[in-house]
Every structure is written in C-alpha cells, then in structure tokens.
C-alpha cells in the first residue's frame, strides 16, 4: 500500500488540509504539517527541537514560503489562511502529487512543464531538519525565492502581540543565525547554493482552525527573517537545513541517504526476525508431534512478505522511540505517548512497550526502558509521568504497575532473557507485596473476595482520566475489571516466574486462585457481561464500557468460556468500530458521540463515548480466543490500514468520534494505537502458523 495522492486530495483544500505528516529524529524533536502547507495547529514548524531530550519542544523554524519564477511565471508553491479567513495564496493548485516515502514526504509541484519535488525530513540523533528541492523537470532554470519564517516559543503556545520582539538575525556564510533573545538556543538555517538577504518582518494573523476546533487561540505571528533564492538547472537541487548544531553536517543528497539508509535498516532487522520466526513456525515440530490447531474454517493468509501497511507501522513505531539520559541509565530510552503534545507517560510506555519494541525487533530498547522503569518504582507503583528536573513524579496510575507486568513477561517470552528476568523480579515481588498491605489512594487488596481497590474523591487512577478543575469525568472509584483482570494476570505471571527462578510460588498462587474466586463478582447474569467497576459502599456501575476485554485479551483470564464469549458478543454488537472500541456504551443517557470543543466539552467526551484506536487490539485477540479464527480477527484490525492515509499521514490516531463516520480525532499519531495494532497483527500471524495464542512464559 503506497500512501499517495494525485490531484484529488492535492486540489482539494479541505481534504489536504486535514491530512498532516510527521517526522522525527529520536530526541523528542519533530517536523510536522499539513498535506496542504497550511498552518492549522500551533505544534506545526519545521524544527521543534526538544531543547532538554525528550522534553522542552520549543517551535524555532515554522515555515518555508516558497514561489517560483519559471519562463517569467510566478507560481506559489506555499498555502497560508489568515484570521479573516483568507487564503492567499493558494499554493496548493499547484501541487500535482503527494507521496510518503518512509517517513519520508514528498511534494511535486506542477509549474507549467517544470515539475519541482520537496522533501522534508530529520536527521536522526540530531535536531537537524533538511528541506531539499529537485528541479525533477523543466526544459529552461527555474528561479526559487523563499522566505523563512521563525518563532521561539514552546510548542504549546503561541506568539501574539509580536511588534517590541526584537530577534538578532546575522548573515553568515550560506545562511543565518538566529537568536530569539540572549539566553536563547540559535537557530542556524544554511542552504547550499543560492544567496540570501535579512529582514526582520513579522507576519500576523495565521490562522490555526484545529486549535480553534479545540477551543484555543486561533491565531499566531511568525517573524519572516530572512530570503534565500537560487536558480536550479534541470536535475538540480537546494537543500536547506534548520538545526540547533553549530557545525552541521548538511550535505543534503548525504543526508537524504542517512535517512533512507536508517529506515531500511529497521525493516530489514524486523523483516529477519519474522522470517526467522516463519522458518521456526514451519519446521520446528518432530515429525511425529501434532501442530496446535488451527481451524479448518481459517483462511488467513501466510506469507513471508508483510502487507505494505505493517511495514509502515513498523516506521511509525520508530518515532515514538527517544532518548532519555538518567542518572541511572545515561543513555536511556522512552517512549512519546503521542504527537503532537504529550511526553513520557508511564502507563502509556507500559502498554506500547511491548508493541514498538518487541514486535519490531528492538528488544534491545525493550531490555533499556524495562530497567529505567525498575527506578522509579515507589511504593509500588509506577508513575504517571517521568519525573523532569527536580520534579517530583505524580504516582496516580492504579493500573501501570500490572502492564508493567505484561510488558516483562511479554519480553520475556520473546527473549528468553533469564538475566533480566532474575534482576527484575525483587520489584515485582515488592509491587505485588505494596498492594497486598496498601499503597497511595487507598490502592489495596480485600482479603475477602481477593480484589484490588482503589480511588479516592479528586483523583483519576485508571486510563479513563479525563480532569477538569477538580472535576474527575469519570472517577471510577471501587474495583474497576481492567486492573483486577490485571491484578489476576500479575499473580499468574509471578508463579510462572517464581517457579523458573526456582524460587517460593506457593503465595501467589495462592492469591491467584483466591482472585479468580472473587472475579465472578463481577458477572452480571442479567445483563450477560461484567460490571466495569464494583463499588460495595455505592453499588455497582453496570455501565456497558471497553474495559471488560481485558479480562478476555490478557494471556490469562479469569473468565469462564461461556463468559469470554458472551463478553466478546456484547463488545461486538455495542462498542465495536472500525477503528476501535467506543469508551461508553451509546444506549446509555451519558454517551457522547462527538469530540470536540474546549477543554470541558472535550474532556466530558474522552471517556463517555469516543473510540479508542488502541482497544482494537486487544478486542482482535478476543475474538481469538473465543473464536480461534484468525482471518475474522484479522478483519477487524484491516480498516486501520486505510487510517494511515487520513490525519496523521502515515501513522494512527489517537482516537475517533464514536458517531459515524468516526472522525479521526486527538493525537495524528499515538503510541498505543500504533504499538496494539502491531501486537494484535503479530499474534494473529503466530496463531495461524500454528503456535497458538501467546501465553509463553
């Protein structure tokens, strides 16, 4: 699956305008913007550089306006709408075609016979955007003028009001140096052919339709600092680099093969790995052993060559991978929950973890992020977000300490590494052993029915922790499924652990029977699924939520046969999307099936009716457990495909309107989504190649 367009999409402002690229460098640092050109949201620019990696994103290059002079024509090649809602000038009629290379974006622009090609991407390691033009077709030179756009802000904001700022803006060789005041971090924007001129001229009232459809400022200024221009021969190029590097290294047809060359390595590593794993699937079994079954209704195609869309994510997995220097771990990794706002947040690592690293190959990275975890490890729990230059991290995540779990015992059964396996298991024993007697918020375990609780009035603690104020959307204060289905998987996952490491498993086994026990409190007959949250003091919340399939996907379920499916049928019939799993039942009074507006009217909907995009996964391995028919759990993981060629251009969204047609909404690129998708994909694979469904310890 190629993602590109013609002039369908191109020409078409709204259409292009609503698709947006991104890429990245493994520091935290990004380039991102719209199909069109356009600005729309205050995160887009050319150089967002994480000034302390991963975090302090702070906007230096916005934009390149460029115009073409070709047989004495002048064609815009650049798009802008402004705060009275003009669009001026329109570029984008120019643009004939639009391709993702990679991670690569490529742009061909039409100008009578001539046919210039851009390409924008990031030198890995490095906070260094390259911007590279290819006069690909023309039969005399064509004359490039572009004028570059600056700002100094953090990638959260905006810049209004600009007239007193007063940029230092100095001609160097091949390009300028900017510095937004003294203790700034410069901006160095070199080109490599070509003359440039400096000016010092803010442009205002750019308009930002998605932070007004969030209900945020809706226009910004930009500085126009300086204009480069260069005559192209046919076959020629001009390549100009952003960057914070003194000393760059900016050869832009070098860099261009850096990238490529990086890229192709992560497929070609991910692509051994599976072939190796097709080869152990097929030949691995004496002649006389029976393979598990599949059934006989199974269609699911088997092939050493991935689908074009799984080789995308694979590339899409890469950006959410930085770097993390700790004191403990100076060169450690992280994991960027999604672009293009948030940062490092443990429960979202937790999950993806498994996803991004393992499923890609990278267990390397996996084996880093698992340890760099073991440090933060307090009272055991884990926190909610990584703690950054003397902060001190907030531990208000009731369920990350379980897919903590998950993630080592997903490791574990890819790598076999009995090392890590040995070093890490005296903190699981101290997590299971903090909520045996108690933790933070009330977190404990009832030794009547073998339960977690946990909650208190003003705190979120599970992944529906959607905060106004002092308002928590949905409190969930009680025994909600999703972390005792973990919980129960926890306890399973230490006996298996405990007895390879030859060590006592008696206890939690014990603690394990005595929580399968107690689960069935959450079956509710009547309605044939689970109750989302038990709450002895207030009564039980039937409401019909996602969080129930955890306790069919994880690898060991405390659910009857008869239960899991009945589970899997209500998902299916209630919740289920094309791109995921409504949050909320739509039969019930509070759903809400539109996201969108400020901050209250967006936040009163994440939780109570929007689909999530990574719950898609773990449905898939439902239905694959109760069904055993990896063709139908593969369809259902299918129309996400079509999804990397909307929002964000190569990638997946956070999450979707719960009322057709399920708008892609949130984040254009979030970490679970991509990583569960990836997992489930996996999974499905490995069940068809006749391994069963993946509960190795």
């Given amino acids: 699956m190629t993602i590109e367009w013609g002039r369908e999409i191109c020409s078409n402002l709204e259409a292009a305008a609503a698709r947006e690229w991104l890429v990245t460098n493994g520091t935290g640092s990004y380039a991102s913007g719209t199909v069109a050109g356009m600005l729309t949201r205050c995160y887009h620019g050319l150089l967002v550089a994480a000034l302390k990696p991963p975090l302090e994103r702070t906007l230096m290059l916005t934009k390149l306006d460029e115009t073409a002079l070709y047989d004495k024509c002048c064609y815009p090649l650049f798009t802008n709408r402004w705060s009275d809602g003009t669009v001026d000038p329109q570029g984008y009629f120019h643009l004939e075609h639009f391709q993702l290379q990679g991670t690569i974006p490529l742009w061909r622009f039409a100008c009578a016979d001539a046919l210039v090609e851009k390409r924008v991407w990031m030198q890995p390691g490095v906070d260094a955007t390259y911007i590279r033009y290819n006069l690909h077709r023309a039969t005399q030179p064509l004359t490039l003028t572009i004028r570059a756009l600056v700002n100094y802000r953090n990638h959260h904001g905006n810049t209004l009001n600009s007239d007193s700022w007063q940029m230092k803006i100095n001609a160097v060789e091949q390009g300028i140096w900017v510095s937004a005041f003294p203790d700034a971090v410069p901006l160095h924007l070199l080109a490599d052919r070509g003359n440039v001129s400096v000016t010092h001229q803010w442009y205002y009232g750019f308009d930002l339709a998605q932070e007004r459809y969030r209900g945020l400022s809706d226009r910004e200024d930009h500085l126009h600092a300086a204009t480069f221009q260069a005559t192209l021969q046919p076959g020629e190029s001009l390549t100009l680099v952003a960057t914070t590097e003194s000393n760059p290294h900016w050869n832009g047809k070098a860099g261009l093969e850096v990238r490529r060359t990086y890229e192709q390595k992560l497929l070609e590593r991910w692509q051994d790995t599976r072939n190796q794993r097709f080869s152990v699937a097929n030949h691995s079994f004496a002649p006389n052993s029976p393979r598990p079954r599949v059934p006989a209704s199974s269609s699911f195609p088997l092939s050493p060559s991935a689908p074009q869309w799984i080789q995308h994510l694979i590339l899409a997995a890469d950006q959410f991978i930085v770097n993390r220097s700790l004191p403990e771990i100076p060169d450690g990794k992280t994991i960027i929950a999604g672009y293009h706002w948030f940062t490092d947040w443990g429960r979202d690592i937790a999950i993806s973890l498994p996803g991004l690293t393992i499923s890609t190959a990278r267990s390397e990275v996996a084996s880093t992020i698992l340890r760099t975890f073991a440090h933060y490890v307090n009272q055991g729990m884990l926190p909610n977000c990584f703690p950054d230059g003397g902060e001190q991290p907030a531990y208000n995540a009731i369920d990350a300490p379980f897919w903590y779990f998950e993630a080592i015992r997903a490791y574990y059964a890819a790598t076999g590494d009995y090392d890590l396996l040995r070093e890490l298991f005296p903190v699981l024993a101290e997590i299971i052993a903090w909520h045996h007697r108690g933790t933070r918020h009330h977190i404990h375990l009832d030794h009547e029915d073998g339960l977690l609780y946990g909650g208190e009035e003003g705190v979120q603690l599970t992944w529906m922790d959607a905060k106004v104020d002092d308002w928590v959307v949905t409190p969930r204060v009680g025994k909600p499924i999703e972390v005792n289905a ?48 038990l709450n002895d003091s207030h009564g039980h919340d039937a409401s019909l939520r996602p969080n129930q399939i955890f306790a069919v996907s994880l690898p060991q379920t405390p659910l009857t046969p008869t239960q899991q499916r009945s589970v899997v049928e209500v998902c299916s019939r209630t919740l289920l999307t094309s791109h995921g799993l409504r949050s909320l039942s739509p039969n019930h009074p509070q759903y809400q099936g539109h996201y969108g507006g400020d901050r209250l009217q967006r936040d009163s909907a994440y939780h109570q009716g929007t689909v999530w995009g990574w719950l898609i996964g773990p449905f898939a391995l439902a239905h694959l457990r109760v069904f055993e028919n990896p063709t139908q759990a593969h369809s259902f993981l299918e129309p996400m495909a079509n999804q990397l060629n909307a929002h964000g251009v190569g990638s997946l969204s956070e999450i979707f309107d719960g009322d057709a047609p399920m708008t892609p909404r949130g984040c254009i690129a979030q970490a679970w989504t991509v990583a569960e998708v990836l997992r489930a994909w996996q999974a499905i694979e490995r069940f068809a190649r006749g391994r069963g469904v993946n509960t190795k310890f």
């Fill in 486 to 533: 973990l919980w129960y998987n926890a306890l399973r996952t230490m006996t298996a652990f405990a007895q390879r490491l030859g060590l006592e498993y008696q206890d939690y086994e014990r603690m394990a029977q005595q929580t399968e026990k107690g689960f069935q409190r959450f079956w509710n007959e009547a309605l044939g699924y689970c109750y989302d949250v």
